[in-house]
């Protein structure tokens, strides 16, 4: 069974830019995660996917970073216009199980993103 | 809001010693904890998870875990340590029955085993 696969693993991109983030969750898993660790802090949430609604968004930064995941499989995280600050890597994480009393969530490499 | 304290942000550990990690929590209702664990240029890999019952479990590679509900504490243990041990470690809690499954960390702890 394959894991939870990001892409890209690494992006370079200048202050102002727009990047796209990619998550590919482990098949048949409802919950899709996006979680971000800023250098030297904690990994911190940012939202939280049933399929395809949102079920927990308290965690985005800003309207600078959107989150979509059409059709309840893959998700995608955009991040525009891009600053210094959103610098760090963001991780994707799927689960499958539901109500929350006993769920693994199940986490992909991450994706480091450079903001210069 | 839920926190989670890792007290050592470094450890350095010749190999064969023992190890414990500490971990905190800040919740006052019933939570899920977790270990994880990343290893240099890999992902971030369970180690352990507690959810209910024997508040001692056990994980992979050799990796313990106790859980003591009127301490909020949830310490990671290992009688030996091994060079491949060298990873950093991840606490992780998330509350239960609130509808919110996002997982809360702590900052991690770096471990490097000497060889």
């Known amino acids: 069974e394959a894991g939870v696969t990001q892409f890209p693993s690494h992006s370079v991109i200048e202050k102002g830019q727009t990047v796209t983030l990619r998550c590919d969750p482990i098949?048949?898993?409802?919950?899709l995660y996006w979680y971000r660790r800023v250098m030297g802090k904690e990994i911190k949430f940012l939202l939280h996917?049933?399929?395809?609604?949102?079920?927990?968004e308290s965690g985005m930064p800003n309207n600078r970073f959107l989150a979509e995941r059409t059709g309840g499989t893959y998700s995608t995280l955009k991040v525009q216009p891009a600053e210094l600050e959103d610098s760090g890597v963001y991780f994707c994480?799927?689960?499958?199980?539901?109500?929350?009393?006993?769920?693994?969530?199940?986490f992909g490499p991450g994706t480091r993103l450079l903001v210069l | 809001a839920q926190s989670v304290s890792q007290h050592n942000h470094h450890v350095i550990l010749s190999e064969a010693a023992s190890l414990e990690l500490g971990c905190n929590y800040s919740?006052?209702?019933?939570?899920?904890l977790f270990w994880y664990v990343q290893y240099p240029g890999q992902h971030l890999q369970l180690l352990l998870k507690?959810?209910?019952?024997?508040?001692l479990v056990k994980g992979i590679k050799g990796f313990e875990a106790e859980f003591i509900k009127s301490k909020f504490s949830f310490n990671l243990r290992k009688p030996s340590v091994q060079w491949s041990d060298t990873a950093e470690y991840f606490c992780?809690?998330?509350?239960?029955?609130?509808?919110?499954?996002?997982?809360?960390f702590g900052t991690g702890t770096r471990l490097l085993v000497s060889p």
């Open positions: 994480a799927s689960s499958q199980e539901r109500g929350g009393t006993q769920e693994t969530q199940y």
């Open positions: 098949s048949g898993h409802d919950n």
């Open positions: 996917f049933v399929k395809e609604s949102k079920q927990d």
């Open positions: 919740y006052g209702g019933t939570v899920n």
């Open positions: 507690y959810f209910s019952g024997d508040p």
């Open positions: 992780a809690v998330t509350p239960r029955n609130t509808g919110f499954q996002k997982l809360v």
